[in-house]
């Protein structure tokens, strides 16, 4: 997935092989992982696909089914995967994820302590950012989890930057081994309050903590913890909102000719804005059959996600 | 990994910090963030032994921060005939402050609001200051000449003493700039400069244009080089971002100056018009070199300076070291790409790209653009508008340039938790752009 290894890389040259794994996608809602093998068959409601006949082809083009209906094959990113995942346990999503990498100040050669590993999403994003020379230590005490993670990290080429122990970490805290070398620590845990104070002596002076939880009473109890050690406490709650692209024809008895001059120059200047807005938009075009323009329009998708978890982070205070 | 483990140890006792690229220390030359009085002022300095900070009416020397560890806090304190910052080490609390604020009955309603609640004027704390009384003993002193401060909500006493201990006894926390406070920094005090371009929707881009070591990504970086430099930091010296556009002069990635780049990292930012990067042969213009075409980086500017506007004091840093002759043969961000790398893109395509090209209209970037990315590349598009951006998904839609459309605006709030006191920020920001994704297919 990642491309330190050059042979993995995008390129325009370089032809799916056997054992690639690769993103079948439908629509934006409908994605598949899917590992390439010679003799391997897709099946979908459009028919079936032979994986012999994607070899060779580019990442990113179409390929047909046995009835003519055609998917894209897409290379993996931590973003694709985190949409088709299997999901083992509640996962982070792409705001989150985003959110706290860069809040984390992960950069590569980072070391990056975990906790509870999940359905590695998360952990994917952080792999990425800390290669090639960085290491993500992830722990979870749900032992299946924990191996089901480690397959999923060899499917997709992380396992050289992702460590996954069994590990009770509310109870026993992160192993002593690590003590010190934590560059950021992350935590998605039921009692994230009791793994603070090993989180703390985790982490190199001036690391940054977080800790993601649903619950308001969970940040609290966290916050009061946190108080004793670190500094600069923030909780922060991110959330994206997706908007609906429609081009729709609309009625209108405006001047259109205007319109017509900026869509010929691929654009409108800033100043003239105000002026089209009469218009409700300047991606004009004619219908020539009655007064009705084809407008594209956007607007905000009726359904989102409204709540996934508050972001707590905190800086551990330099003593020393 | 235990050998894992050692590694990291040794990388710590490096003696060569300067191209250490993740350094725990500053040095001498180094780009640092102070933040004054807990966030009240950030300023960006480079530390040198003549560079100073200016709090209210004193300057102070920054050389006691070399060599000082990222992280570490520093208060102004009164020595002999001069005030100078010096290190101290934060008290740990024994227990939250506020544990016992439900049981607190005082209310204000003998609280009158004038000025003769303090017993001591200004010209007994100036001699109390002149004859050498530290920061908090000041604060000691006015707390108990102040003839309200008992009456006060512990919540309140809480409020005077740190307004007193802001005046009086400042402090400067030395931070490591990131592409994270950079950001803040610049959306705090001059958002315009940025396009408006919040951390969440940066950390947004940077995510939806998968960057990670050893990709190349196009960037279109109108925003000062935050773009730029964000991209650098998670290349970490491998790789390449490669900034682009149109006609002949590219535009200023002088933000770029603000992080503590090595020259490995440095050496990974680079330029390319996009005549150069779409024409069929590599024609380089007269130059032609590797490394001479930089873009417009101010010398004169070593020190940019984001201040709070709310501030009690002024304060603004001053470097007076800045010979320019002394310009070490260090490398520049922003070279012209060398042709060799040039050749590499057009045979391979870019693996990414990011575009925050304020006042430009995207869909007439991109679609010149786009086709310089690989198939099955990700992208991202910030804009400030949303209209253009739905123009442009509407058009690489029709024109089936790629798949995976999606305009997202990221939603950002903060929390006060205290107990019993919990809730959302009173103000907070509501608007922080737009960003369109997507993942360039090839169209055969
Ligand atoms: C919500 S999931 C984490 C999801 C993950 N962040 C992701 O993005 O895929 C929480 C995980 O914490 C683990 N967990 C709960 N208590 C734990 C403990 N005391 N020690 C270690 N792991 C624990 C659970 O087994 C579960 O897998």
Known sequence: ?320 | MEQHNKDQVLSENNNNKCQDPNPRFTFEGCNVLLDVNDGDRLVFARLSGGSTLKIGNTKYSLKPLIGAPFGSLFQVETGEDVSFLSRILPVKKEESISNNVIEDSRDNRELIDNNEAQNLTEEEIETMRREGAKGDEIIEALIANSKTFDKKFQLSQEKYKLKKQKKYAPKVLLRRPFARSICEAYFKKYPARIGFLRVDALSLLLTMANVTAYSDVLVVDMVGGLVTGAVAERLGGTGYVCNTFKGNSPPSVDMVKMFNFTDKVIERIVQSSINDLSSAKTVLSPEGGVCNAEININESSTCDIVEDVSVTAEARVVDDVVPVSKVIKAPKAGAKASKEAVEMWKENGFSSLIMAAQDQDPWSLAKDVLPLLSYSAPFAIYHQYLQPLATCMHNLQQEKMAINLQITEPWLREYQVLTSRTHPHMQMSSFGGYVLSGTRISTT
């Not at chain 1, 509870?116 to 800390?130: K, P």
């Not at chain 1, 002593?176 to 090993?198: C, I, R, T, Y």
């Open chain 1, 1 to 320: 997935m990642l491309p330190t290894d050059s042979n993995k890389a995008l390129s325009f040259k370089r032809g799916i092989q056997d054992g690639d794994l690769v993103i079948v996608y439908e629509r934006h809602d409908v994605m598949k992982p899917v590992k390439v093998t010679k003799d391997g068959v897709l099946q979908n409601r459009f028919g079936f696909y032979k994986h012999s006949d994607w070899i060779g082809k580019p990442l990113g083009t179409k390929v047909f089914s046995n009835k003519g209906k055609f998917v894209y094959l897409l290379a993996p990113t931590p973003e694709l995967w985190t949409l088709v995942l299997s999901h083992r346990t509640q996962i982070l999503y792409i705001a989150d994820i985003s959110f706290v990498v860069m809040y984390l100040e992960v950069v590569p050669g980072c070391v990056v302590l975990e906790s509870g590993t999940g359905s590695g999403s998360l952990s994917t994003s952080l792999a990425r950012a800390v290669a090639p020379t960085g290491h993500v230590y992830s722990f979870d005490y749900h032992e299946q989890r924990a191996a089901c993670a480690r397959e999923d990290f060899e499917m997709t080429g992380i396992s050289s930057l992702v460590t996954v122990e069994v590990r009770d970490i509310q109870g026993q805290g992160f192993p002593e081994k690590l003590s010190g070398l934590a560059d950021s620590v992350f935590l998605d845990l039921p009692q994230p309050w009791l793994a603070v104070p090993s989180a703390a002596k985790m982490l190199k002076e001036d690391g940054v903590l977080c800790s993601f939880s649903p619950c308001i009473e969970q940040v609290q109890r966290t916050c009061e913890v946190l108080r004793s050690d670190f500094i600069e406490i923030r909780t922060f709650e991110v959330l994206l909102r997706t908007y609906e692209v429609k081009e729709m024809k609309v009625e209108t008895v405006a001047v259109i000719g205007e319109s017509q001059d900026e869509e010929d120059n691929g654009g409108p200047r800033p100043s003239k804005r105000k002026h089209l807005s009469n218009n409700g938009d300047y991606a004009v075009s004619h219908d020539n059959s009655s007064n009705a323009t084809s407008v594209v329009m956007a607007r905000p998708c009726s359904e989102a996600r409204g709540h996934t978890g508050y972001l707590t982070f905190a800086r551990l205070q330099c003593l020393s």
